[in-house]
């Protein structure tokens, strides 16, 4: 069954999420493997057209939408909400400037479930910074070779295509960067082992290698120099959204963990239960309040971003901020309320906990996010030194 309407997308994830990213959740981080079977799934469902437009066969859907679907994968498997995820935000950047061409090539086999793309920004030594990248990019009549390296890239060699960022060789204006879609295969790409996480251990994030690849230029998105105005307009946007689901996701999931314990467990020499310990109710209530505030933030935010609202930028720094805090923290108070028992290495509390870790850390990290509000809530530039 393929999804059409946002309410049938959402009622497709919850049964994919239920059954199939399930099933594999326990594999996929124990086994550090790339969740496949998932991401098929939500492919063959339609889902993988999430935000390409309509006019190229997909489902039209934006931020909001991918809140929510994130928010419902990453509480069963947060390696597959971010795999999943990271493909969205990069049909998304294809999809802003497309040509009627790249549209046919690229976003069309998307929309059918025959191709996956992903981000390439970040690079070695750019920590945060991933918007300054130092891979090259020259033209060469109707090519563009590109020579650096991408690190952290989510997909590995699955994707069949990567949008990357570059900066302009000489003769070329100083600090012209660009994107451009890459796709797999080309000679002159080599990709490194996968990077063994603490968490997010299935989303075979690797280091990509560029030696003199030849791409075409038709293959640029927008026009050169335009990367700041696509990491701005569509990559942060996208990606602040769709992490700050999968996170409230791992969030969700975790209380959830900790309700359905408190509710049950008794103790055998009384036969009274846990749940009627004052404490206990008011840290529960307490953790569920917390993440539904934060909820509540991501939905405005994406609804806000949606809707082009002037307070979009800090609503999303923020919400992406929030969810990040909020995973570590509710994993924290959750593993805390099951006890002991959830102090177990292959438990799912332990995986909760340590997939909640990566958030604060995950670029733009929750202190640069956190500046970039401040900064636009006082009117400076979010660049400034």
């Known amino acids: 069954m393929r999804a059409t309407t946002a309410v049938s997308v959402f009622e497709r994830v919850r049964e994919i999420a239920g059954d199939v990213v399930a099933r594999n959740a326990e594999a996929v981080d124990r086994d550090a493997v790339w969740p496949e079977e998932a991401i098929r799934a939500l492919q063959e469902a339609g889902i993988g057209g999430l935000t390409v437009p309509t006019s190229a066969g997909g489902l039209g859907l934006g931020l909001e939408a991918l809140a929510r679907v994130c928010e419902i994968l990453g509480g069963r498997c947060s390696s597959t909400a971010l795999s999943f995820g990271m493909h969205c935000v990069g049909a998304a950047v294809i999809a802003a400037k497309a040509t009627p061409a790249q549209a046919e090539r690229h976003l069309t ?57 570059c900066v302009a060789a000489e003769p070329a204006p100083p600090g012209e960067f660009s994107c451009l879609v890459l796709n797999e295969g080309l000679d002159g790409m080599s990709w490194g082992e996968p990077w063994h996480g603490l968490g997010m251990r299935g989303n075979d994030s690797r280091n990509l290698s560029l030696r003199d690849v030849r791409v075409p230029a038709t293959d640029l998105l927008g026009e050169p120099g335009d990367e ?130 990566a958030a604060p850390v995950m670029a733009p990290t929750t202190d640069m996010l956190r500046t970039w509000a401040g900064r636009a809530l006082l009117g400076l530039p979010l660049l400034a030194d």
């Open 109 to 165: 086999p998307i929309a059918e479930g025959r191709h996956l793309t992903t981000l390439a920004l970040s690079e070695p030594g750019s920590g945060a910074n991933f918007y300054l990248p130092q891979a090259e990019l020259e033209r060469d009549g109707d090519d563009f070779v590109v020579r650096g390296s991408k690190t952290f890239v989510t997909n590995g060699s699955h994707a069949d295509s990567y949008v990357i960022s």
């Open 228 to 357: 700041i105005w696509y990491v701005f307009t569509v990559i942060a946007p996208y990606f602040l959204v769709a992490m700050a689901g999968t996170y409230l996701g791992v969030a969700a999931a975790a209380l959830d963990v900790a309700r359905a314990h408190v509710a049950t467990r008794r103790y055998p020499a009384t036969g009274s239960g846990i749940a009627n310990v004052q404490t206990v109710q008011h840290r529960l209530g307490t953790t569920w309040a917390v993440v539904e505030r934060t909820r509540r933030l991501i939905y405005h935010a994406a609804a806000a971003a949606d809707a082009g609202d002037d307070e979009a930028l800090v609503l999303l720094c923020s919400a992406k901020a929030e969810a990040a805090d909020t995973a570590v923290h509710v994993t924290g108070e959750a593993m805390s309320l099951a006890g002991g028992i959830a102090y177990r290495e292959d438990g799912v509390l332990a995986r909760l906990l340590r997939d909640a870790r």
